[in-house]
């Protein structure tokens, strides 16, 4: 028996990027855990990735590509060989593209795989050469990030693990204990140290339930409570006035703007009561450092980026900048993308312009009769979008048309691939080469290949290799390796990648980018914006609009990701992690369940125009009064198609990403 321990990454969409150690015993794993050198992985894995190997070795694994032999959705495929099926997908492409132009081609595509090379570089470059529709990629962080952008600049802000310098830990919409594990560790050192944790969430989370003290405000109000926080703060004179006045510029009109919230009225429009808001104020201000840790679940309402754009004012005016521990802790796309040259992998040139389509109204896309070109063919990968995308009973009535042809890349039988006409096989990240795109911690991760790939799966980059071929694209940049790929991005020059070469990575499995260790990013100003200030009015300022009345569905849902289990909708098919999470629920508040004569544990119906579905009521808290929630994740089932099936695919007020957390809905008892 040979036994090799393999140096890795996880690659799936989340910001602790995980390294992970896989132990080999004559090709097949038999071991994965998190690799314990690793500052922020610290030896543990997720109850995801724990039993990642489920995922591996799964008997439902596609192991073969597929072509379809019934009618759409039907589930009936016949395997065919690699050269048959691309010959044939090739063909089709071809003819799409011949007549109804090359825009009629809309590859689909998210972070099922993150990696920054198997994730976004050969297939960018195959569909920037053939002409395609672009994606606009939405969904997740868009939003967020235009919103800080328009105020600092750009998306840098304090290193997530420096919260074990705070005081004061403000989770504002960010489920950390479920979404972001491996932070937590950082959040308990400062407890202990005697920091406070307050969690901002309409949901009480097992994240919210840990902290300290929990605001619950409504859903997508959070522009009233965050200007409320701002009157109270310079009605009461805890301003930092000259960091205001060495680097800011629109103070005027910004605290002129909050003066029409003060408590009272915040009160009555967000939930959080007038002394609650006054205690919150207080304490960001004086209890420095204080921090704002940020992920990205009050981005997908009407106001996403406006609530973002206030969050990343307010430590410009409590000075928290000035702090290690201080400030706005959102993504750390923006210091991976400083020093990793990220550019070399989709040159600009190499990105024509041609039409775009958000993810997010991709129902819409399949089924507009005025759009033209008309969306001909579908090519998915590293997503699902028959679960994952709003309005998702929208995309299956797209998916099911019969002149739609459909590709599918995927590592199982997906409800999207269900309705493919080709289904391919992909690796999964024990099976490829990669290099980590990090968005919650500064360390640079490369993953090997511990396991061959099995049955006939071939990686994105190889199946985009293999499709140029078959489309007789010879263009070098369409043949591209992993390695040589991996090596660009590593050679940017950037200082604090001194050291950290392709060498060293294959040996150690990662490396530390070389932060200053006392870094904080605008401790003297220094913001990116064209003034080098920050931009606090630059603007038109904020002001919360409430929800329109809908009497027939008066209740809002928040459909968020409540399970330790599941990955967005991965996994929930694999035995082990759907016991472990349970039953699909919907979680009621007390007073909403007795109004309409429902208990914990009964069946009801949630529903609205787009969908309903059938689940069982837990009425524990989880809600306030006026929401519900429902997890997020589950496939389509009889009587259940998801939580999507009821989210609404209506545009954010930035960055193209939805308001999807804002749906309306009633909820019935099943009788
Ligand atoms: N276990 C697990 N981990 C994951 C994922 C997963 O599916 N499962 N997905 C990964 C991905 S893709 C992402 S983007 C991250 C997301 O990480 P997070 O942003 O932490 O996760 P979300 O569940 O989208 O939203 C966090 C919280 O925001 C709250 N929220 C919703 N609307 C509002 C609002 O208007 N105001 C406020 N203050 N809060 C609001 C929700 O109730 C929710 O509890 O998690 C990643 N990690
Ligand atoms: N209601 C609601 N909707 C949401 C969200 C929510 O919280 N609530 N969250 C939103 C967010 S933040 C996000 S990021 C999106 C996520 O939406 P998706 O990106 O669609 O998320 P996943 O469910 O993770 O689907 C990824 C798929 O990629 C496949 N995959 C994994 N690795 C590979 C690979 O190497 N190659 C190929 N070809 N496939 C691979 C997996 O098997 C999986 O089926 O969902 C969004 N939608
Ligand atoms: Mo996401």
């Known amino acids: 028996m040979t036994q090799t321990v393999v140096r890795g990454g996880c690659a799936h969409d989340c910001p602790d990027s995980c390294a992970w150690l896989a132990t080999v015993e004559d090709g097949r794993a038999v071991d994965l855990r998190g690799n314990p050198d690793h500052p922020f992985t610290r030896g543990g894995l997720c109850a995801k990735v724990e039993r990642y190997l489920d995922r591996v070795y799964s008997p439902d694994r596609l192991l073969h590509p597929q072509r379809r032999s019934g009618p759409k959705g039907s589930g009936r495929f016949e395997r065919v060989s690699w050269e048959v ?333 269900l309705h493919a006409d080709f289904v391919l096989p992909a690796t999964g990240m024990l099976e490829h080469l990669d290099l980590l795109y990090p968005w919650g911690h500064a360390t640079v991760v490369l993953n090997r290949p511990a396991i061959d790939p099995p049955g006939e799966c071939v990686s994105n980059n190889e199946l985009f290799r293999r499709l140029a071929r078959a489309l007789g694209r010879p263009e070098p940049h369409l043949h591209a390796s992993e390695e040589d790929l991996i090596r660009g991005v590593l050679a940017g020059g950037h200082p604090w990648m001194e050291g950290v070469t392709y060498e060293r990575l294959w040996e150690e499995g990662w490396a530390p980018i070389g932060m200053p260790d006392d870094w904080k990013p605008y401790a003297n100003g220094g913001f990116r914006t064209a003034s080098g200030r920050c931009e606090l009015a630059a603007e038109p300022l904020p002001d919360y609009a409430p929800p329109a009345a809908d009497p027939a569905h008066p209740l809002t849902l928040v459909s968020a990701k409540l399970g330790l289990h599941f990955l967005n909708s991965s996994y929930s098919h694999l035995p082990r992690h759907a016991r472990a999470e349970g039953e699909p629920a919907v979680h009621l508040h007390a007073v909403d369940a007795r109004d309409r004569g429902i208990a914990d544990g009964d069946r009801v119906r949630v529903r609205n125009a787009r969908g309903a579905l059938e689940l069982v009521a837990r009425v524990d808290g989880v809600a306030r009064p006026g929401v519900v929630a429902v997890a997020f994740g589950f496939w389509r089932r009889p009587g259940n198609p998801g939580a999507n099936a009821l989210t609404t695919d209506g545009l954010s007020d930035g960055g193209g990403g939805g308001d999807f957390y804002s749906a309306r809905v009633e909820v019935e008892a099943i009788s």
């Not at 053939?130 to 328009?150: D, E, F, H, K, P």
């Not at 919150?280 to 754009?309: D, M, N, S, Y």
């Not at 979008?385 to 997906?414: I, K, W």
């Open 85 to 417: 099926a691309l010959g044939e997908i090739a063909e089709r492409l071809l003819v799409v593209a011949a007549e109804h132009g090359a825009e009629a081609i809309l590859p689909y595509s998210f972070a099922g795989n993150m990696g920054l090379i198997q994730s976004r570089s050969l297939d960018r470059r195959l569909w920037a050469a053939v002409g395609a529709s672009r994606l606009a990629r939405t969904v997740c962080g868009g939003t967020a990030n235009a919103g800080i952008a328009s105020v600092l600049g750009s998306t840098l802000g304090g290193l997530p693990e420096h919260l074990r310098h705070s005081r004061t830990i403000v989770l504002w919409g960010t489920n950390t204990l479920v979404t972001n594990l491996h932070l937590w560790p950082f959040v308990r050192e400062a407890r202990a140290a005697g920091a406070r944790v307050i969690a901002v969430d309409p949901l009480r989370t097992r994240t919210a339930a840990a902290a300290d003290w929990h605001l619950q405000p409504f859903p997508g109000s959070d522009v009233a409570l965050v200007l409320g926080l701002i009157q109270v703060v310079v009605a009461e004179g805890l301003h930092d006035r000259d960091y205001i006045e060495a680097h800011t510029n629109g103070f005027e009109a910004l605290r002129a703007r909050a003066a029409e919230y003060p408590p009272a009225r915040v009160a009555q429009l967000t939930g959080v009561g007038a002394a609650d808001l006054l205690a919150l104020a207080r304490e960001l201000a004086t209890a420095q450092p204080a921090a704002i840790r940020t992920v990205l679940g009050p981005e997908k309402h009407p106001q996403g980026a406006a609530t973002f754009r206030l969050l990343a004012s307010l430590p410009a005016i409590t000075g928290a900048w000035r702090h290690l521990g201080g400030g706005l802790f959102p993504d750390t796309r923006a210091i991976v993308n400083d020093t990793l040259d990220v550019r070399s992998v989709n040159p600009p040139h190499q990105q024509p312009q041609t039409r775009e389509i958000n993810m997010i109204q991709l129902g819409r896309a399949l089924t507009d009769p005025d759009l033209h070109p008309p969306v001909k063919a579908l090519f998915v990968y590293n997503a699902n979008p028959a679960v994952t995308t709003p309005n998702s009973n929208l995309v299956v009535e797209g998916l099911r048309r019969e002149d739609l042809f459909t590709v599918v890349h995927e590592q199982f039988m997906t409800d999207t691939a």
